[in-house]
Every structure is written in C-alpha cells, then in structure tokens.
C-alpha cells in the first residue's frame, strides 16, 4: 500500500472520539518496529519524522524511501501517513517536494500574526497537492531537537483563527511537555481542552504523549484529542531493553555483537510499546 494523507482518518476519529497514533522514526530499526506494530495491530498509523533526526539520517528524501521501502517489503497493507514533526517553514515546503503525504508547520515561536501567514502558505501549497497539514498554537513545554516550548496554554482565540486557516489537525499546548515529565507536572488542562473542543472542529493533537498517565490521555481523545505522539516512550524502552541484553553479557556470547543481534530486544520494545500504546487510543482495527 501506499502512503495516504491524514485528512479523512483524523477527521473520522474526532468524530469518533478515538485516536490514531503517530510515532517518531529515528533509523531503521525505529521505521521497521513502528510499522511491524501497525500491521500486527491492523491500525493505520502515522510515522513522523523531527528535523534533527532527518538529519540524522540524511535528508527527508531519504527517510521517506526507507519508510515506503520498508512498507513494500513487510507487506504493510495498512494505512501509513508519512508526516514531518516540527517543521519550520523551509522543511515543510521541502517535504511537500519530497512527497509526504502530511506535513507539520510549527510557527509557535513566531509573533502570532506571521504563524498565521506562514501556516496559510503552507496550507496553500500542501492542498494544491493533497497533502494535509498541521499547525501549533500555544507551544509544548520541553526540549525537542532544540526546539524549546515554555508549555502555555493554547489561547482559544487563536486556536479558532489557526483553524480558519484550514489546517487538517492541531496541535495546542494544554499543559503537555516533550520528554520526560518533571515530578511535579499538574497534569493535562482538562478545561482548556474542553473550551478549544467547544470551539473547533479539527482534530486536536496531543504532543509529548510519553509519560501522560493512561486514563488523563484516555480522558483526553473522548474530549477530542485524534492524534497522540510518540517519541521518548520508544526511546526509553529500546534503551531498557538494550541495557538489559548488555548486562546480561548477550553481546558477548557467540555472535551476539552483531548489530543484527544486538539490537533485536530493544526493537521488539519498541514494537510492543508501539502496540500498547495503539491500545489505549482505541484505533479501530482497518477492515
Ligand atoms: P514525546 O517524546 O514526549 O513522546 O513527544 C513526542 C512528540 O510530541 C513529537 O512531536
């Protein structure tokens, strides 16, 4: 199968006060345990990529090969948005060149009025191609690829003018954080969700998704939360499950040092991360 935009999926889970996932790819392990967890789950799913980790890993070009690679050669029959994370300006006008299927604009730390303007462009140029777009308003709290959000709360004026714009989901800060969350976090604004809900219909993003107890994001998407992201939870349990293969002296026995070895417990967690996850967002299974 090949990629498909956001559009009709988010909008179909707002309506249905479900969620679908999206999970940040890092390399090539991260793309396979994604996708292997979709497919076993038989959900559609959403694989972002941040600008630092395309970097990474080379150009965006080159991520979204490797993705619909991967997809032609384990069979993936369910349905995959190939999405930028945080772009600025330039990396989604490049995304929208490189043919992914969704792009996020993220404008949050621009004076509103030219968020506004570069989010229309955006729009303009992602439509023209039926790709679908994503935009911010309020920022996320914590670090991400050394894009640093304070973590307000999105302003529900502004909300409602960024959703005029025809952006197909939003992401608007109601307490979230990037990374991990300090002890002393107070939680998802519950209240602040229910206003934006109650002024826009486009589907809400919740970022930062790692480490937010399971009923608060359960709370969340029946309130209007459609898509949830995913990124230190994946790191955090490759890195678990890595640690523990090394402790237990495995990459020291016969071949164990081989990558192919070595790197096989953390991304079956991350595939079983991913597919817990999936379960709590209640992404119906595709037909
Ligand atoms: P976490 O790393 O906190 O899960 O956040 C991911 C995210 O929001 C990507 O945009």
């Not at 959900?43 to 600008?51: F, G």
């Not at 006008?93 to 996020?104: F, L, N, Q």
């Not at 809400?204 to 309130?223: C, D, F, R």
């Amino acid at each position: 199968m090949s990629f498909v935009n956001g559009n009709e999926i988010f909008t179909a889970a707002r309506k249905g006060h479900y969620a679908v996932g999206a999970f940040n790819t890092n390399n090539l392990e991260w793309t396979r345990a994604i996708l292997k967890g979709a497919q076993e789950t038989k959900t559609p799913v959403l694989i972002q990529v941040s600008m630092g980790a395309a970097k990474y890993m080379g150009d965006y070009k080159l991520v979204k090969n490797l993705v619909e690679n991967e997809m032609r050669v384990m069979n993936i029959t369910v349905p995959v948005i190939m999405h930028l994370d945080h772009g600025n300006y330039e990396a989604a006008k490049e995304c929208i060149e490189a043919g992914y299927t969704s792009v996020m604009f993220d404008g949050h730390d621009l004076p509103f009025a030219e968020n506004l303007e570069k989010t229309k462009e955006i729009v303009k140029l992602a439509h023209a191609k039926n790709i679908s777009v994503e935009a911010e308003v309020g920022s996320i709290g914590g670090t991400e690829d050394g894009i640093v959000g304070l973590g307000e709360l999105a302003d529900v004026e502004e909300a409602k003018k960024m959703a005029a714009t025809g952006v197909d989901y939003l992401a608007c800060g109601i307490g979230n954080i990037h990374g991990k969350y300090p002890a002393n976090w107070k939680g998802l604004s519950f209240d602040r969700l229910k206003e934006l809900a109650d002024a826009i219909d486009t589907p809400l993003v919740l970022h930062g998704g790692s480490g937010i107890p399971k009923e608060q994001v359960v709370k969340a998407i029946s309130m209007g939360i459609s898509k949830v992201n995913i990124n230190t939870e994946c790191q955090l349990s490759f890195a678990a499950a890595t640690r523990k293969y090394i402790e237990a002296g495995k990459d020291q026995q016969g071949k164990g040092y081989d990558p192919r070895k070595l790197l096989a417990d953390g991304t079956q967690a991350i595939t079983d991360t991913v597919e817990e996850i999936i379960g709590w967002l209640g992404t119906p299974a595709v037909k």
